[in-house]
Nanobody, 114 residues
Framework: QLQASGGGLVQAGGSLRLSCVATESTFIINAMGWYRQAPDQARELVATLAFGGDGRIKYRDSVKGRFTISRDNAGNTVYLQMNSLKPEDTAVYYC????????WGKGTLVTVSS
């Protein structure tokens, strides 16, 4: 199971940090990350972090330099630090974990006011 938290309402230029904890996982996690879905739009990948190998990180172009994904090495927790937020970042953010399948957490709403 994935437990996500940290969404909320913030003014443009502000910051939020999302957290996602993977609990009760009996499988090796290969990667975790975040998608988002704005109203009437398709879900889009925001950031991913590989747990093995070189810990590769990927961001969608529109968040590069503003968002940072990181991992708590003490456990299966990933964070998404979002700075310089823009109204177009408004969406429901979903965390996911890749094992032998993809598991999704409940979404957390991020609203950025102009």
């Amino acid at each position: 199971q994935l437990q996500a938290s940290g969404g909320g309402l913030v003014q443009a230029g502000g910051s939020l940090r999302l957290s996602c904890v993977a609990t009760e996982s009996t499988f090796i996690i290969n990667a975790m990350g975040w998608y988002r879905q704005a109203p009437d739009q398709a879900r889009e990948l925001v950031a991913t972090l590989a747990f093995g190998g070189d810990g590769r990180i990927k961001y969608r172009d529109s968040v590069k330099g503003r968002f940072t994904i990181s991992r708590d090495n003490a456990g299966n927790t990933v964070y998404l630090q979002m700075n310089s937020l823009k109204p177009e970042d408004t969406a429901v953010y979903y965390c996911f974990a890749q094992t032998h399948q993809t598991t999704w957490g409940k979404g957390t709403l991020v609203t950025v006011s102009s």
